[in-house]
């Protein structure tokens, strides 16, 4: 391998490890994230011109980060009115100072910063995209692809979101006792905006979407393992546990859609499942309910069909019913009425989505016009549930999906 | 950092206020106010004149115009505000949410530019 090909492959390894614990430890006093990304960069960049020549240092990441502290020094007095300049390079110098033992290991500041990105006064729709920028080192082009939204809009919002955090003075900090809850649900909730995001392309068709849901998984790993008393950060992880590994079952060998009922158990991922199953436990022991744990709980009933045991339908209605009461969600509220149709029948499931169907954010939601299909062509009313299926079809963006609705309606 | 808190209240809520619970009121703005001095986030304070005796100015092509009344007719208005200095967003928004005219009304906090 070339002295080339090979510091290359050093500044990529060190990027993939460090990016985000760099971005966040040169970002956390200053609070200037994009300043911090600017240096980081070049310092990437330098790095690619003189590790060829002088040979890879022996802790690339402490070199990475001497590198760029010297160019956001430089930034700063380029940048800044002298009086500010003045502050913002003393804030480094003081770094420098506090890091001159370099042997120590870099302070792990990326909890801090999905903070500062999850906060409050950031718009809620950005804060996903931020942490998977800042944390992971994304390009805006290619959040954008996996939000769809267009390029320059995406890289317009980050910017501005960033320039939010420098200029409102948002701090870099894991919240008080009483503040962590709300908070950790807002980063909570964009990581699993995230996961979301990839999990919408089953296939993994595109692997950036793909991508998308592993990286989600990461930061959910990241933030249980720098959080592991916080019940919710473990549930989620265990959801998204849950969901990944029935990933090799939700298509068959032809690409189409299996719904969950009818996957084969032996291809979902023991592995995964197993660890999932430890996490709701661990979460369980802790004493402090949530969205995501009673989610990743109804996921653990679903795959016991693993063990040759039925689902556990009851126990999934209580699980909705906790999480109706919890989040008011409507979306939950569709899951109970599948759920109550195995318990109750399908009368009694038709009844309770009857109860909600004045929501109006369900008319244009695809899950709640396929369970009424579904249910509706369980009674036998086969017009009303043609007319379902014509509208859940519609509603419906990914083709396999289509085809499976198709299919149904074809059936009926 | 400098923040500024805008106080924005509804006058015709507060001009209902029965004289009886008006002088509260006005005492928990003092007790803020006392508060923040004690803990030295205090930098300025002033109470505004209601909007009916603001004027707005506007100077087009080297003429100048004078309206009568606010900036923008809102359905609250600016009361008041707050200098404080805080170390963080944070902090301002502990101080914000202390004030009495974020539970009858909005208060903003508005980064000072660091000139």
Known sequence: MSDERQAHDAAAAAARRSYGRLVAYLSARTRDVAGAEDALSEAFAAALADWPKSGVPRNPEAWLLAAARRRSIDAARRRRTAAEASGHVQLLAEEIAAMAEESAPIPDERLSLMFACAHPAIEASIRAPLILQTILGFDAATIASAFLVSPAAMGQRLARAKAKIRLAGIPFRTPEREAMAERLDAVLAAIYAAFAEGWSDPAGAEAKRRNLAEEAIWLGRLVAELLPNEAEALGLLALMLYSDARRPARRDKDGEFVPLGEQDPRLWEAGLIGEAEDLLRRAHQLGVIGRYQLEAAVQSAHVARRLGRGVDWPAIVALYDALCGLTGSPVAAINRAVALAETQGVVSGLAALDAISSDARLAEYQPYWAARADLLARTGDRAAAQEAYDQAIGLEADPAVRRFLQRRRAAL | ?115
């Open chain 2, 1 to 115: 950092m400098q923040y500024l808190l805008l106080i924005h209240t509804s006058e015709a809520g507060f001009a209902a206020i029965p004289k009886d619970q008006l002088e509260q009121a006005l005492g928990a703005y003092t007790a803020y106010t006392e508060a923040l001095r004690k803990a030295g986030a205090l930098v300025n304070s002033n109470r505004l004149q209601p909007v009916a005796a603001a004027t707005t100015v506007r100077v087009a092509n080297g003429k100048t115009q004078v309206l009568n009344g606010p900036y923008a007719e809102t359905k609250e208005q600016l009361g008041g505000y707050y200098l404080i200095e805080a170390p963080d967003l944070d902090a301002a928004i502990s101080w914000a949410a202390r004030c009495p005219g974020a539970s009858h009304g909005a208060v903003e906090i508005r980064p000072v530019w660091a000139m």
